[in-house]
């Protein structure tokens, strides 16, 4: 059968006494409460303060600053006054904290309260429970709520928020200007802070943040400081950079260099100067007084460089090329009448460039292309003449590349044509039927348009023979023409050139190209030949004289060679068992005898056959003048060419080469004294003995020529003097006539 707890009422002065409990709790709870925010406002309103004044923020990151400082007094206010007031205070809880501070209640007061729980009030017994509450209704009059709470928490926070509070009041009393300026700066202004000092960084841009400045790896950058003296600022006795490197965190912190001593009234600002090296991007800071600049940045680069240049070239008209591009290195050609457009890739995207010619003070404009901006572009025309530009280039990072690049820009002149020829087969005399050969090369630069003839006639004015069949429009002509005295005109059947003898001939060639870039006619001329105009009489005799002088020539060559067929005959065969170890022996000195005899008749060999192809090209020369002035009879030909040129030609160029060979082959035989050197000594004066033959041959014709000669000039005297006898009486008969006609 169940029991049931008699009703049991905890007393009211132990009901009151818990109930005060309770709202001192809470009061305790929010005065904490407010003192942390106080603390927490306080702490956030002077940190503010310090970094505004250290960094000056833009307004967007001091609005982060104070987004943080509310989540700071929120987290304040949630976890020191909400979280706290609306928690559960159990009357048994806030009796135990008495008893905690009261042990004498013995758990009296605890006892009491439980038991007014009708949840807890099963298994106590009522005269007990009874007994208790009256013991802690009367010990509760004595209870001093007061001392269950822990005050140094609360005064330590009371103090702090009174310091918080209290000294943003002592700095809204002590400087208004600074507590009202704040404000505004917690308003979000721009206004910067009022300060003693002041200084700016060169390149740095303070009011619109610029904080970085792009810089060329391994170049030098000095940091311009300048601190302002006007506007009631003065000027720090010291400005401090610390940089430190962002590859590997390295740095210093370094006094700047002053330069000179600033005058108020005189100068605007102090100036410091410091230096990098710029290896890797640095970061740092300037600090000048009260000023500082914060957070500034130095970002290596690599500079700008021409990386290539070519040249998209257009020739003029005449020169009919398409256009066509060149790369170039260093250097440009323009052709005379050309223009084009010098393409330069750069390394880098381009912001600006200069093209100039420093020695002509001459810029030359130039492009940078938008969709790619690594292509700079400048005209050049061959009309600017030579020119030598220097070529500077600005990246987008703002950095100059390291020296300008140079580019030669030469102006090519078209050149006239250049003729290279000479006469051949001619001398400086010809008939008036004469034939004269011209050989050479005419080149041009480009290309030969017409090839033709001058000649002159004494004082007369100067004519023109075209070529005919010259191949115009290559840049190389060879020449094998003849300009041919006695060529008649197909109309009037009569001689293009009548020449007499005793005039003198001039002429010579001239070719000119496609050049069209004036009026001027582009020509180039070969040398000038001066001609005279003779008998067919007198041009033999020239070629007697010629001829007489080779066959004295010849003459020597054939003493010579006389010569060294004795030298031949002064060698004996070495001897095989001499000793060569007795230097003073007889047999000694006659080898070396033999081989100097030897030695001079191989270098005798080969000047004779130098000098027998002399004479031997002298003759043919002699034929084929004869033959292009169309005075040579078949048995002169015969004789000159068949009787005297042709075995010339056997005797310095097979003969003679042939006894050079046996020489050097006798030479060696000879002083090794090999058993051979008896054979090859016969086979040497054999030789010799052919040419010897040989050339006396040749010269029997050369003085059967002589003869011939000889016959000719006592013809051409008998019929001068028949010329002459028939001259005087010419000159009897019209003296006769005169006298009859004056009787």
């Known amino acids: 059968m169940a029991t049931v707890a008699p009703q049991f009422d905890i007393p009211r002065s132990v009901a009151r006494t818990i109930s005060r409990l309770r709202w001192l709790v809470r009061g305790y709870v929010w005065l904490e409460g407010l003192f942390a925010l106080a603390i927490v406002a306080g702490a956030a309103y002077w940190i503010g303060l310090l970094l505004d004044w250290l960094f000056e923020p833009t307004p967007a990151v001091r609005f982060l600053l104070w987004l943080g400082a509310g989540a700071a007094t929120a987290w304040a206010l949630y976890r020191y006054i909400f979280r706290r007031t609306f928690a559960k205070l159990p009357d048994a809880s806030l009796a135990l904290l008495i008893e905690r501070q009261y042990p004498s209640l013995r758990e009296g007061l605890v006892t009491t309260v439980q038991a007014g729980d009708g949840r807890r009030r099963e298994g106590y017994h009522p005269q007990l429970i009874a007994q208790t509450s009256r013991t802690a209704e009367e010990a509760v009059g004595s209870i001093r709520l007061g001392q269950v709470f822990n005050r140094r928490p609360l005064a330590v926070k009371g103090l702090l928020a009174l310091v918080a509070v209290g000294s943003i009041a002592l700095f809204a009393w002590q400087a208004p200007e600074a507590y009202s300026f704040w404000g505004e700066r917690m308003a979000f202004s721009r206004d910067l802070w009022p300060r003693e000092n002041h200084i700016s960084v060169a390149g740095f841009d303070r009011e619109q943040r610029v904080r970085e400045v792009r810089v060329a790896r391994d170049s030098t950058f000095e940091v311009l400081v300048a601190a302002s003296i006007d506007d009631g600022f003065v000027a720090p006795e010291e400005v401090e950079i610390r940089w430190r490197r962002a590859s590997d965190g390295l740095g210093s912190r370094d006094p700047m260099l002053k330069v000179g001593e600033a005058v108020a009234g005189r100068d605007t600002a102090q100036q410091f100067r410091y230096e990098f090296k710029v290896t890797s991007d640095i970061e740092f800071d300037v600090i000048g007084g009260d000023d500082r600049i914060r957070n500034l940045r130095l970002v290596a680069v690599e500079r700008p460089a021409v990386s290539s240049a070519a040249l998209e070239i257009n020739y003029p008209e005449y020169l009919d090329r398409l256009p066509r591009r060149i790369a170039l290195s260093k250097r440009a050609e323009l052709p005379e009448g050309s223009w084009g457009v010098c393409n330069v890739e750069a390394t880098k995207p381009l912001a600006s460039a200069r093209v100039y010619d420093p020695s002509l003070q001459q810029e030359l404009p130039w492009t940078i292309d938008p969709a790619d901006p690594t292509q700079l572009s400048f005209p050049l025309t061959a009309n600017q003449g030579d020119l030598k530009l220097a070529i500077s280039l600005v ?37 008036p039927q004469a034939r004269i050969p011209v050989a050479g090369t005419v080149t041009d630069d480009y290309a030969v348009r017409d090839v033709w003839f001058e000649y002159q006639v004494d004082a007369a004015a100067p004519e023109r023979r075209p070529l005919e069949g010259i191949a115009a429009g290559f840049p190389r002509l060879k020449i094998t023409e003849s300009f041919d005295l006695a060529e008649d005109d197909p109309d009037s059947e009569q001689p293009l050139v009548a020449l007499k003898p005793g005039q003198r001939l001039a002429f010579r060639l001239q070719a000119d190209d496609y050049y069209d870039l004036d009026d001027k006619l582009h020509a180039g001329v070969s040398q000038r030949f001066l001609l005279d105009v003779v008998t067919p009489s007198q041009l033999r005799a020239l070629l007697e004289k010629r001829e007489l002088g080779l066959r004295q020539r010849f003459e020597a060559i054939t003493e010579k060679m006389t010569g060294v067929r004795d030298l031949l005959e002064r060698i004996e065969p070495p001897v095989a068992d001499a000793s060569p170890a007795d230097e003073e022996s007889e047999s000694a000195r006659q080898l070396r005898r033999d081989l100097s005899r030897i030695s001079g008749a191989g270098q005798n060999a080969t000047q004779m056959a130098f000098e027998t192809g002399g004479v031997a090209q002298g003759f043919e020369e002699i034929l084929a003048e004869l033959i292009n002035n169309r005075v040579d009879t078949d048995e002169l030909r015969n004789r000159l060419e068949d009787g005297i040129a042709a075995p010339l030609r056997v005797i310095a160029d097979d003969q003679l080469p042939e006894l050079q060979r046996l020489l050097a082959e006798h030479l060696q035989a000879h002083q090794a004294r090999a058993e051979g050197a008896v054979d090859t000594l016969a086979a040497t004066k054999i030789q010799a003995d052919a040419i010897m033959e040989a050339m006396q041959a040749v010269l029997d014709r050369m003085l059967e020529l002589e003869s011939y000669n000889e016959l000719i000039d006592l013809l051409r005297g008998i019929v001068s003097e028949q010329q002459q006898i028939n001259d005087a009486t010419k000159q009897q008969q019209r003296d006769k006539l005169r006298r009859l006609l004056e009787e």
């Open 395 to 431: 990246d987008t990072d703002g950095v100059e590349s390291l020296s300008p690049y140079g580019l030669a820009v030469s102006v090519v002149p078209d050149e006239p044509p250049e003729l290279s020829v000479q006469l051949r087969g001619i001398g400086t005399a010809v008939t």
